[in-house]
């Protein structure tokens, strides 16, 4: 339970971030994720030069081969900065997009048991915006973290979060409707 009160109280934090950005401009987004790493639902603000993301999603480490049952969850929040920005014939935004981000969840890391992780995580992806106000993101993302779990003896183990950096190479792609 204290775990779960943990990272509610990570969202709460992270919307008042969405606040403040909706003062200042912008358009709301929102979608859902998909890659063999996770799965989840993005909300998010879309500005000229920025894009902030906050993702729930469910971590599938292991459930896709069959080695567990359940999957893991995770919340996390990016802010990604407009590197590169381009008006396409069709109608369409192209971006490049990249930035830092955090990530709490409770999920397990590798061949370990289930435990509590606390990452920062780094963004690199393109976004296309359509006339229809769809938005199609595909993207790579890192995470550099710590995992704690406790060992069969009873007491505690915390080891670096080896999956944010193992599975680094695995696309992400959102698709999110523009409000």
Do not use: C
Not at 51 to 77: C, H, T
């Amino acid at each position: 339970m204290r775990k779960v009160v943990v990272i509610l109280s990570f969202v709460l934090v992270l919307s008042l971030f969405q606040v403040k950005e909706a003062r200042a401009g912008g358009h709301s987004v929102a979608g859902l994720n998909f890659s063999q790493k996770e799965a989840g639902i993005v909300f998010g603000r879309l500005g000229d030069d920025y894009y902030n993301e906050i993702k729930a999603s469910v971590d599938l480490s292991g459930v896709m081969r069959g080695w567990v049952d359940f999957p893991g969850y995770k919340v996390s929040f990016a802010r990604h900065i407009t590197l590169y920005q381009k008006d396409i014939p069709s109608g369409s935004n192209m971006r490049i997009i990249a930035g830092p981000g955090v990530m709490a969840g409770y999920l397990r890391d590798n061949d370990t048991r289930y435990g509590t992780t606390l990452a920062l995580s780094g963004h690199l992806g393109v976004m296309f915006v359509t006339p229809r106000s769809v938005i199609l993101h595909l993207r790579f993302s890192t995470e550099l973290g710590l995992h704690h779990t406790k060992a069969p003896n009873g007491g505690n183990v915390l080891r670096p979060y080896y999956n944010g950096l193992i599975r680094s190479y695995m696309p992400e792609l959102s698709v999110s409707y523009m409000f």
